[in-house]
């Protein structure tokens, strides 16, 4: 049984789908609940993706990937056709894939900018727009929380650029980074006080050394000590 369901994935890795479909078939009467033979299926579909997709027959490429996903196939694979297509510099066709892409995972910015840049070369400048400034708005949040300001501030510009007049996004977000700005300067005044107090507790301590110790400025060091 593990022999002939291992036989349809290399009849499908050579191209032969009819023998791959024999053999699955076979099996899944003599065993259909048997462990392997959902997953091998799922890895003939994969093939015949591709094998359609290298064909250029995008509309059953798509349609056979699609398949493979419902059944249980990691969407990275949307990620991995997207990136083949656009490397490759075929844009129209990588759309699709970073389309589904993006839709399945909204917060990856990688992935929206590449969408944005694939529209803009097939002239799809207002799909573009859309998603660059998605893209951006995405990329300044994450350097925000990273506390890298001046990324996020470059990024938020960007945003400024991409987005629509009526958006509140990027005003929103540049209200953030100002304020993230202003939190992280408040520590290094506080830093100042204290270094400020502390020169003056050692300023007093080694004035104190030769003053008896009943006296006012004697008192007033030891509860500099206490700071």
């Known amino acids: 049984m593990e022999a002939l369901l291992d036989s349809g994935v290399i009849l499908a890795t050579v191209g032969d789908f009819d023998g791959a479909d024999a053999a699955f078939t076979f099996c899944s009467r003599v065993d259909p609940n048997h462990p392997a033979l959902r997953n091998n299926r799922l890895e003939v579909t994969l093939h015949r993706a591709e094998a359609a997709r290298d064909a250029k027959k995008d509309i059953e490429a798509a349609a056979l990937l699609g398949q493979a996903i419902a059944a249980g196939a990691d969407d990275a694979v949307l990620r991995a056709w997207g990136l083949f297509f656009f490397e490759s510099e075929e844009y129209e066709r990588a759309i699709p894939y970073l389309d589904r892409l993006a ?44 506390g890298e300001l001046e990324a996020a501030a470059r990024s938020s510009k960007q945003y400024h650029h991409w987005s629509l007049p009526d958006d509140a996004g990027p005003f929103v977000l540049d209200a953030a980074i100002a304020f993230a700005g202003e939190i992280r300067a408040r520590p290094r005044r506080r830093s100042r006080r204290r270094k400020r107090r ?11 050394k030769n003053t008896p110790s009943s006296s006012p400025t004697r008192r007033w060091a030891r509860g500099c000590e206490s700071w």
């Open 198 to 208: 502390r020169r003056r507790s050692i300023g007093a301590n080694q004035n104190a």
């Open 103 to 146: 839709a399945r995972h909204p917060d990856d910015a990688e992935g929206w900018h590449k969408l944005g840049t694939s529209f803009q070369k097939v002239g799809n400048l207002e799909a573009s727009s859309l998603d660059f400034a998605k893209a951006h708005h995405l990329f300044a949040l994450e350097f925000l929380r990273a």
